[in-house]
């Protein structure tokens, strides 16, 4: 099934849903971030297909968020290191993960990380970057009507 | 292609993308936070086939992120509204917008929005629950090693 190729949207949140809006691909970086690096360490953490996986790693490095590189010669193995960008995107996994905590998890989240910076269990909240309270739908406007 | 049933994973992040992991249901729950009700607004805003997103509303619907009501007897006609817990998902919309804009954008956010709270442009950032700080994969560890 070809779809259709969001990349070319003149909408951020299209041209990430273009790379990361599969049903592995976050996956695939939930487990980078938990330092798996090769390719029989993510086969065997998600239990995904050599083919697909294959695939979704080299979309992933072919985007940006990983790092390919050789590790041994022979046999030619590679290790898939996230770089700045990917790091970057997983403050959004941690919103995804806590909004299914929150909304559709039914046991207690089997991936639970502290964070460093205040010795808690870190949990994911999005706030607006200029104020810094939650955002909420109900306090959002167009830009342009309250112009 | 049958996918993998990620909704009996015991992950959060698996069950959230079993819901939205797919290229158009983001872009569905984008347009419906902006406002958009009806399948002939949804169809026309994002060009899907009608049959593709017949599919992605029922899929919404069912996994309690719209509800769906009958507003013509006449012909039958119904309205897509976002539950609170589809509402409680559009923070994580704009935590995914947020990164592209940092990371993939080319031109503005065609779609800006202003957060009444403080009247500045809403941009999402992605902090820590508990000291507010925001998250970044270098200040965490597993919760377990740390303990």
Redesign the interface.
């Given at each position: 099934?070809k779809?259709?190729d969001?990349s070319q949207w003149?909408?951020?949140?299209?041209?990430?849903?273009?790379?990361?809006?599969?049903?592995w691909t976050?996956?695939i970086l939930?487990d980078a971030?938990?330092g798996v690096t090769t390719f029989e360490d993510f086969h065997q953490s998600l239990?995904?297909s050599r083919n697909t996986l294959t695939q979704r790693l080299n979309r992933l490095v072919e985007?940006?968020m990983l790092e390919k590189t050789l590790y041994s010669d022979r046999p030619k193995r590679y290790r898939y290191v996230?770089t700045a960008?990917g790091?970057?995107?997983?403050?959004?996994?941690?919103?995804?993960?806590?909004?299914?905590?929150?909304?559709?998890?039914d046991?207690a989240?089997?991936?639970?990380?502290?964070?460093?910076?205040?010795g808690?269990?870190?949990?994911?909240?999005?706030?607006?970057?200029?104020?810094?309270?939650?955002?909420?739908?109900?306090?959002?406007?167009?830009?342009?009507e309250?112009a």
């Open positions: 099934m779809r259709n969001f003149d909408c951020s949140l299209a041209r990430t849903v273009d790379i990361i809006g599969d049903w976050p996956l939930r971030a938990r239990g995904v985007h940006g996230m960008q790091v970057d995107f997983v403050p959004v996994l941690m919103a995804m993960a806590a909004w299914g905590d929150k909304w559709i998890a046991t989240p089997p991936f639970r990380v502290r964070h460093k910076t205040c808690a269990e870190a949990t994911a909240r999005v706030v607006c970057a200029c104020c810094e309270a939650p955002l909420a739908l109900s306090d959002l406007e167009p830009l342009d309250a």
